[in-house]
């Protein structure tokens, strides 16, 4: 079993707007977590952020789909290894922060 050092240390990631060669890693996590991608590719653009690890590994992604004025909240997918490290909740509110700069509700 890690150390805490270990484990504080291996949790170490930043969140970073998706580029299209981010579009692959975001497709497998989804897949590998049972959620819909089929339409993922569509949408790939400046409105999602991915999660990424320090070693480069692209470990979670989430998105803002836009209706006029809405956004919601889609793709919203942690690697299994690192759910529980707050990669989840640092994803939702660097969305929430995009989408409210964007004047979205």
Do not use: C
Request: aromatic residues 6%; proline residues 3%.
């Amino acid at each position: 079993s890690a150390t805490p050092e270990e484990r504080e240390m291996s949790t170490v990631f930043r969140i970073r707007a998706a580029r299209p060669m981010d579009f692959g890693a975001v497709e497998r996590l989804l897949i590998a977590a049972g959620l819909p991608a089929a339409d993922v590719a569509q949408q790939f653009d400046d409105s999602f952020a991915v999660a990424e690890s320090e070693s480069g590994d692209v470990i979670g992604a989430e998105g803002i789909e836009t209706h006029g004025v809405y956004g919601l909240l889609r793709s919203a997918v942690v690697a299994e290894s690192w759910r529980g490290t707050g990669v989840g909740d640092a994803l939702t509110k660097n969305r929430l922060a995009w989408a409210t700069a964007r004047g979205l509700a």
